[in-house]
């Protein structure tokens, strides 16, 4: 997704503060907007300690309308300064932006006291504001990128490991009595589950003989398995350092790929790697031969 300003002026000048960093106004406009969201989420995770609330709620009341204001001003400048601002909003980015005022402005619009949880929960969502930071953190679209590219094979690991647990929550089911905590298959599975991460919370524990035979078992199998999603995940990592770094172009002159984008030159044969430019070498080694040649004499 590229993302281009709207028409030459002031639009344009707002696109390169908001959404660019290699000026003073721009690291200026970046360095305000991360001090933003992080007085934002101190400001939410103290207001959910109750002494604090009793103490302080109307100061955080009033904290929380600022930036929800500054927000929602800053966000209507981002589509403002956009040539298709519905690219942005469809983004990662444009969604989370969205999440960070929305709840605000939704409690509003609730009416009656029937809908306390609900505007409690909405006020528990303005913590998304702090997946704002990833904005300004360089190997976050590393990141992303490499969860995108294993979110085949972790899927399958999920839908595999779910069998797994299910098998042996009903196994668990047949042998183990109710008194145990067994008493269906569902909250078997939540014993397998627990199990299986060796977590162990101890509020359902087999009794038979059997029952702990097949529980040691599982525990094994969960510290076999544990790390193939990390294994995957990390090796996806690897990829996108990789495709970040070295470049996919082969050398003209031994065929060796994987260079480093920014060389200049072959590892293994020394072949200037930029066709679409002349080798300095061979400009320095002419206008040697130019300097060597004698002059015309005449006869």
């Given at each position: 997704?590229?993302?281009t300003?709207?028409?030459?002026?002031l639009?344009?000048r707002?696109f390169h503060i908001?959404f660019?960093?290699?000026?003073?106004?721009?690291?200026?406009?970046?360095?305000a907007?991360?001090?933003?969201?992080?007085?934002?989420?101190?400001a939410?995770?103290?207001?959910?300690?109750?002494?604090?609330?009793?103490?302080?709620?109307?100061?955080?009341?009033?904290?929380?309308?600022?930036?929800?204001?500054l927000?929602?001003?800053e966000?209507?400048?981002?589509?403002?300064?956009?040539e298709?601002p519905?690219?942005y909003l469809?983004?990662?980015?444009?969604?989370v932006?969205?999440?960070?005022i929305?709840?605000?402005?939704?409690?509003?619009?609730?009416?009656?006291s029937?809908?306390?949880?609900?505007?409690?929960?909405?006020?528990?969502?303005?913590i998304?504001?702090?997946?704002?930071?990833?904005?300004?953190?360089?190997?976050?679209?590393l990141?992303?990128?490499?969860?995108k590219?294993?979110?085949?094979q972790i899927?399958l690991?999920?839908?595999s490991?779910?069998?797994?647990?299910t098998?042996?929550?009903?196994l668990?089911?047949t042998i183990?009595?109710?008194?145990?905590?067994?008493?269906?298959?569902?909250r078997?599975?939540?014993w397998?589950?627990?199990?299986?991460?060796?977590?162990?919370?101890?509020?359902?524990?087999?009794?038979?003989?059997?029952?702990?035979?097949?529980?040691?078992?599982?525990?094994?199998?969960?510290?076999?398995?544990?790390?193939?999603p990390?294994?995957?995940?990390?090796a996806?990592?690897?990829?996108?350092?990789?495709?970040?770094r070295?470049s996919?172009e082969?050398?003209?002159?031994?065929?060796?790929?994987?260079?480093?984008?920014?060389?200049?030159?072959?590892?293994?044969?020394?072949?200037?790697?930029?066709?679409?430019?002349e080798?300095p070498?061979?400009a320095?080694?002419?206008?040697?031969?130019?300097?060597d040649?004698?002059?015309?004499?005449d006869?």
């Open positions: 997704m590229e993302l300003p709207g028409a030459e002026g639009r344009t707002l908001i660019e960093s290699d000026t003073p106004a721009a690291k200026g406009f970046d360095i907007l991360i001090a933003t969201i992080l007085l934002g989420t101190a939410i995770l103290l207001d959910s300690v109750l002494v604090y609330h009793h103490r302080f709620g109307t100061l955080f009341s009033y904290v929380e309308w600022t930036l929800t204001v927000f929602t001003l966000l209507a400048v981002r589509i403002y300064c956009l298709r519905s690219l469809k983004s990662f980015y444009g969604i932006d969205i999440l960070a929305l709840p605000a402005w939704l409690v509003l619009v609730i009416p009656g029937q809908g306390l949880v609900i505007i409690r929960l909405l006020r528990v969502l303005r998304f504001r702090i997946l704002r930071l990833m904005e300004f953190v360089g190997e976050a679209q990141l992303l990128d490499a969860v590219r294993s979110t085949h899927l690991f999920f839908l490991i779910l069998m797994v647990v098998l042996f929550a009903a668990m089911y183990e009595p109710d008194s145990a905590g067994f008493s269906s298959i569902p078997s599975i939540y397998a589950i627990v199990s299986m991460t060796t977590v162990g919370y101890g509020d359902i524990v087999p009794v038979t003989a059997l029952g702990q035979a097949i529980t040691m078992l599982l525990m094994l199998l969960g510290y076999s398995i544990i790390a193939v990390t294994g995957v995940f990390s996806q990592v690897i990829r996108s350092i990789r495709a970040e070295y996919d082969a050398c003209p002159g031994c065929g060796h790929d994987h260079h480093e984008k920014r060389a200049y030159y072959c590892l293994l044969c020394g072949t200037w790697l930029d066709e679409n430019s080798d070498r061979l320095q080694d002419k206008d040697a031969d130019t300097d040649t004698p002059p015309a004499t006869t």
